[in-house]
């Protein structure tokens, strides 16, 4: 499945099928061995995941110590400290959360880059190990996705999609829910509205050109939304799948002991 990290964001604009996992958890042993299970990317949780700045930092150096995912990092929120912060530390590309306009997708493109396509300040500590480290490589090496998951952001689909220099979109299926009028981020009672945004989603990026992504529960829901249209998707989380597990244990071995 996997080429290089550095084809990562070339893949991700060419609209290639791409499959990653998702990390919360300051576990950076356990995300180097998940980064080496196949996918194409690891995205880091610095906006509700369990860890900080050098949490994120070590996941980078876990994630590029085996060679073959590129890393990711979901970012607190849309602004150009926290951008150019997970770039520092290696990103190759971030997730940018609560993008609700073409405007505010295009001020997250320019925290992304160098000048003069961007306002990103010089300062790769460590990601000028892997990325660039000179500034026009590291524009063509970075991709920058904004997150479609607020009723605003769903109406100005179309615009954000076309917004000069980005790469992608990213569904984020819990706020998209409630913020169609779900009363949990999993009601199925706007099942049937839920699924008509993710289509309008993946056909107006296609549209555009761009990427469209979306994070999935599990593998099996990841494979029907790449059939669908959408050319990435992420799988879960380690935390969820840590519990997931250990539950399954200790069911077989209470049905084994009676």
């Known amino acids: 499945m996997n080429t290089s990290p550095a084809d990562f964001a070339a893949r991700l604009r060419a609209r ?6 998702w990390v919360v958890l300051d576990n950076p042993v356990g ?13 880091v ?11 994120t930092l070590g996941a980078m150096t876990a994630i590029d110590a085996r060679g073959t995912a590129a890393g990711m990092v979901r970012v607190p929120g849309n602004d150009g400290f926290w951008i150019g912060q997970a ?5 190759r590309g971030v997730i940018v959360p609560l993008v609700n306009t073409a405007e505010e997708a295009a001020a997250a493109v320019s925290y992304c880059r160098y000048p003069p396509l961007g306002v990103r300040s010089y300062g790769p500590m460590r990601s000028g190990l892997r990325v660039g480290p000179a500034p026009a490589e590291s524009n063509r090496q970075v991709a920058c996705v904004v997150m479609i998951e607020t009723a605003r952001g769903l109406a100005n689909t179309a615009e954000i999609c076309a917004t000069d220099g980005l790469d992608g979109v990213y569904i984020g299926p819990s706020d998209l829910t409630i913020a169609l009028g779900g009363r949990t981020s999993t009601d199925t009672s706007v099942a049937e509205k839920f699924e008509a945004a993710l289509t309008k989603v993946a056909e107006e990026a296609r549209t555009a050109g761009i990427a469209a992504g979306i994070h999935c529960p599990d593998g099996a829901t990841a494979a029907r939304r790449l059939a669908q249209g959408f050319t990435f998707a992420t799988v879960s989380s380690d935390l969820a799948h840590l519990e997931q597990a250990a539950a399954a244990h200790l069911r077989d071995a209470t049905d084994a002991t009676g």
């Open 45 to 55: 949780d610095a906006q509700h995941g369990l860890l900080d700045y050098k949490g």
């Open 31 to 43: 995300t180097e061995r998940l980064a080496g299970l196949g996918y194409d990317y690891i995205c």
């Open 16 to 21: 290639r099928r791409i499959i990653g996992y």
């Open 87 to 91: 770039l520092d530390a290696g990103a």
